[in-house]
T-cell receptor, first 112, second 114 residues
Framework: DQQVKQNSPSLSVQEGRISILNCDYT??????FLWYKKYPAEGPTFLIS?????DKNEDGRFTVFLNKSAKHLSLHIVPSQPGDSAVYFC???????????FGKGTSLLVTP | DAGVIQSPRHEVTEMGQEVTLRCKPI?????LFWYRQTMMRGLELLIY????????DSGMPEDRFSAKMPNASFSTLKIQPSEPRDSAVYFC????????????FGEGSRLTVL
């Protein structure tokens, strides 16, 4: 049973515009959320995270928003760049030291 | 640090053969995870270890799968016998910072079972 869901398998955005990637979760015990980025033939790499005590975390062009009541989070990339083209995985955990549950990923294509 | 090192990067084998995937974690990381990536299911957790002890293996699909961590610097994931549906990319990852849960992944082992 998928506890972390990314319902959009793919997204295409023009360079310079905003990319918004969405993620929903079902387990109310999740209290830590992360986004990972994956290029072909490489392992996923950590991008940004947010604790459940916050509703927003920003790091440069990347911002993650958390809506606990809706069990929804989103990753905003502004402005989008061609190098951002990758698969983005949403992940959640129920506490430190616990295994991460991943979504299926969203493939982002940023076109020039 | 060299990061998480996995071998082999690619493995092609025939159904029924034994497959062994290897992982060398980042030194000092106490948690080690094995994930499998497929198009249908995304990234699935198979098993994870803490201080070389298996903590949760509920994600291991069948008895054909087994994993060991004989010491802090080495882990194996074995499939015996392998089947075509085992074809996937298998990732090993280690946990660096307990406070933020950031996993460091290896580059993966792409397994094709014919």
């Amino acid at each position: 049973d998928q506890q972390v869901k990314q319902n959009s398998p793919s997204l295409s955005v023009q360079e310079g515009r905003i990319s918004i990637l969405n993620c929903d979760y079902t387990n109310s015990m999740f209290d830590y959320f992360l986004w990972y980025k994956k290029y072909p033939a490489e392992g996923p790499t950590f991008l940004i995270s947010i604790s459940s005590i916050k509703d927003k975390n920003e790091d440069g062009r990347f911002t993650v928003f958390l809506n606990k009541s809706a069990k929804h989070l989103s990753l905003h990339i502004v402005p989008s760049q061609p190098g951002d083209s990758a698969v983005y995985f949403c992940a959640a955990s129920a506490g430190s030291g616990y295994a991460l549950n991943f979504g299926k990923g969203t493939s982002l294509l940023v076109t020039p | 640090d060299a990061g998480v090192i996995q071998s082999p990067r690619h493995e092609v084998t025939e159904m029924g053969q034994e497959v062994t995937l290897r992982c060398k974690p980042i030194s000092g990381h106490d948690y080690l995870f094995w994930y499998r990536q497929t198009m249908m299911r995304g990234l699935e957790l198979l098993i994870y270890f803490n201080n070389n002890v298996p903590i949760d293996d509920s994600g291991m699909p069948e008895d054909r799968f087994s994993a060991k961590m004989p010491n802090a610097s080495f882990s194996t994931l074995k499939i015996q016998p392998s089947e075509p549906r085992d074809s996937a990319v298998y990732f090993c990852a280690t946990l660096g910072d307990l406070r933020i849960g950031e996993l460091f992944f290896g580059e993966g082992s792409r397994l094709t079972v014919l």
